[in-house]
């Protein structure tokens, strides 16, 4: 028997039983799809992220504090606070006598408030920073300018807005010295920004900007900083000055051992590393759970293939009559199940692509930089899984159906 026979039979007895065979092919279309959507998705938000990171230039160190193993983020990256890294801290690090290869660097500590402007009243993040965050994040002013290095130790109470902020406070009129209130203080915006969007998990055209001092005593009432990030003066010298780093907040924090840093060190390959390992491991746990939905379908085409063994007995028995081996009565039945699955497997595997582009566009248009990408791999993932699913659940209904015995079968009824 030519492999094409039981493949026109399968196809036939698909067409006589239209609506099961359409109810049974849409739970693999829903789980084929949901994995290429899931993966697809994963995989440009993975890439976006990378390319955020990446934009922030590639000669930076990250002081995060709280200490970690060196394949894994410390828990401060993960929301804990801890309160271990200080101002002081920064301020060993940029004496050149220490890390001789790091030419400029600068804190951060961030915090959520209402912002007021006449009868506007909306809530933001601000981000208290020192006057280098210009040069360290390579920040553009749009109007106005960032405050100084005096103006962040003497508690001024100077804003600079991110675009977006200006856009939604202001709505096209100068804001350069107007006053805003961020929560119960009032504020002096001096500069904005130019538009940049998200990097490294945060949205500078969302956030207002003020002296870490000031955001420190007076907005949230702590002494410490979320972290440090540090420009080296090349690529080349990063290693040498992530150990002089090291080195300076051993001695900063009195620490003797390796083991007891209360700090962690991370350059950009680092950081790159650890984020392409977490949210890949997010990814593929996500598929996973789609997956599911796959097993599920699985079941309908077991359960689908099981009736259709009761109600073809007489035909395997006329079949088994002539001289069908058990071998072809099992392939017959196998390959019902298998064209289900291929079929529905095809038709997730294109939906699936169409859904992930226009949800690529979309995010788009909301002006994120998103790629598409549905890589070959998923798709060969998907027609293998197809096919797996339409063998694993098509055997029991074939070993059923193959196990008819003739005389039993031409006698039912």
């Known amino acids: 028997m030519r492999l094409a026979d039981p493949v026109k039979i399968a196809l036939s007895n698909l067409k006589a039983a239209k609506f099961r ?8 279309v829903i789980g084929i799809a949901s994995v290429i959507i899931i993966m697809a998705i994963g995989t ?7 390319d955020q990171v990446k934009g922030i230039g590639s000669n930076l160190i990250g002081v995060l504090p709280g200490a970690s193993e060196e394949s894994g983020p410390p828990a401060s990256a993960m929301g804990v606070v801890i ?3 200080k101002y002081d801290d920064l301020k060993a690090i940029l ?11 600068a804190g951060y500590i961030s915090g959520n408030n209402t912002v007021q402007y006449e009868d506007i009243d909306k809530n933001y993040t601000f981000q208290g920073t020192t006057a280098s965050y210009i040069n360290v994040e390579n920040a553009e002013i749009e109007n106005g300018r960032f405050f100084t290095k005096e103006e962040e130790a003497s508690l001024s109470r100077f804003a600079v807005l991110g675009s977006k902020v200006t856009a939604d406070l202001f709505e096209g009129s100068d804001p350069i010295g107007k006053k ?13 920004l130019k538009e940049r969007g998200s990097t490294a998990f945060s949205n500078q055209d969302t956030t207002i900007f003020m002296p870490l001092f000031t955001a420190q005593k007076i907005m949230l009432g702590v002494n410490y900083l979320n972290f440090i990030r540090l420009k080296a003066d090349s690529e080349a010298n990063i290693d040498r000055a992530k150990a002089d780093v090291i080195t300076t907040l051993r001695e900063q924090h009195d620490i003797k051992k390796a083991g007891d840093d209360d700090f962690s060190v991370r350059d950009q390959k680092a950081g790159l590393d650890a984020i392409t390992k977490v949210t890949g491991a ?15 379908g699985g079941v309908g085409i077991m359960n689908t293939m099981l009736i259709s063994v009761n109600q073809r007995i007489q035909e395997v028995g006329l079949r088994k009559a002539i001289g069908a081996k058990n071998s072809v009565i099992m392939l017959q039945f196998l390959m019902e199940s298998v064209v289900v699955t291929l079929i529905g497997g095809a038709i997730g595997i294109f939906g699936g692509v169409a859904v992930s582009a226009l949800a690529a566009l ?3 248009k909301l002006g994120y930089h998103w790629p598409f990408v549905v890589t070959f791999s998923s798709i060969f ?5 197809s096919g797996f699913i339409g063998i694993f659940f098509g055997i029991y209904p074939a070993r059923k159906a193959a196990a008819l015995q003739i005389t039993e079968a031409l006698r039912y009824e």
């Open 21 to 28: 065979s359409f109810l049974t092919i849409l739970g693999i």
């Open 44 to 50: 440009s938000a993975q890439e976006l992220i990378l």
């Open 83 to 85: 309160t271990t890294l």
């Open 95 to 105: 004496q050149k006598n220490n890390v001789p290869n790091v030419t400029d660097g």
């Open 180 to 192: 805003i209130k961020i929560g119960d203080q009032n504020f002096e915006v001096i500069g904005t």
């Open 282 to 296: 997010i990814k593929y746990f996500l598929t996973a759970i789609a997956a599911i939905s796959l097993m599920v």
């Open 362 to 364: 979309v995010i788009q």
């Open 381 to 385: 993932l998907a027609v293998i899984i």
